[in-house]
């Protein structure tokens, strides 16, 4: 049923009952009463839960979901020696460092936040071609966060959980806007916070720097294209976790590496 299937995501993504009744703009014993089959869901209700989770509104409507489950892991990049020596096979494991993660949201937030582009959409895209451009270019991960492919390009399964964490926090504030006629969610950083980039090497916020340079300027549209000609994202099917492997076989339109001749 529905409800059950999302009493068991929300406890999964480690909301309480509280957060998503505030989120949804409802009392905390309507979103009860939800949970234990007393009422239904409005349209509006089951949208706005399908952008909380992350998951398609059929997904809601059917109570089930390809969604991977958002997994921190902790250890470094698997390298796998097969026996004798002589050959090695790179696996690509994604590794979700919050902390990181956290100052690298921030970070972007503070640089090209305040543009009116920058909605929910585009930091979406810009922390996927951080990710899987600096992976490209130098063959380790820099946040290694994971990316599900939806209709408009790759999606950062955990974006949601790290944004009411620093909400909680009290480091940034999402607001609804309008850029044009689209409607749009912006983050806006606390002016009072300080940005902490001690989980950052100066080879990763130089090359931060340099996306953000040639990319923030571009409205959702523009960047999701350039996302959906990449490799990674056409390779994989819809709800289906991106592989940071697929980097080494772009396009001249998305590869950002210069590579030898042979």
């Known amino acids: 049923m529905t409800n059950e299937y999302i009493k068991a995501l929300r406890v999964k ?3 309480s009952q509280l957060e998503i009744a505030e989120k949804l703009g409802i009392s905390r014993s309507s979103y009860i009463a939800f949970e234990q089959g007393k009422r239904e869901l409005t349209l509006a209700e089951a949208n706005e839960l399908s952008t909380i989770f992350e998951i398609s509104l059929e997904d809601i409507q059917n109570g089930k979901s390809n969604t991977p489950e958002v997994v921190f892991e902790k250890s470094k990049k698997d390298i ?3 026996t004798g020596g002589e050959v090695w096979e790179r696996i690509s494991i994604p590794q979700e460092k919050v902390k990181k993660f956290k100052q690298v949201l921030l970070y972007i937030l503070s640089k090209v936040g305040g543009k009116p582009n920058i909605g929910q959409t585009v930091l979406y895209k810009l ?4 990710d899987f451009d600096y992976y490209e270019k130098y063959e380790e991960q820099l946040v290694g966060a994971r990316y599900m492919k939806n209709t408009h390009g790759p999606t950062p399964i955990a974006f949601a959980k790290i944004v009411d964490e620093l909400e909680v926090e009290g480091k940034l ?3 609804k806007s309008k850029f044009y006629k689209y409607d ?3 983050y806006l950083v606390n002016p009072e916070e300080v940005i902490d980039l001690s989980e950052l090497s100066g080879t990763e916020v130089a090359h931060i720097d340099w996306e953000l340079e040639r990319l923030s300027d571009m409205t959702a549209k523009q960047i999701s294209a350039l996302s959906h000609k990449d490799t990674p994202w056409l390779v994989a099917k819809e709800k289906e976790l991106l592989d940071y492997e697929y980097v080494f076989y772009r396009p001249e339109e998305t590869s950002v590496r210069e590579y030898e001749s042979l």
């Open 13 to 15: 993504r480690g909301f």
């Open 80 to 82: 796998k020696e097969k």
């Open 127 to 130: 922390l996927y071609f951080i």
């Open 173 to 175: 504030e999402p607001i």
């Open 184 to 186: 749009q969610t912006k």
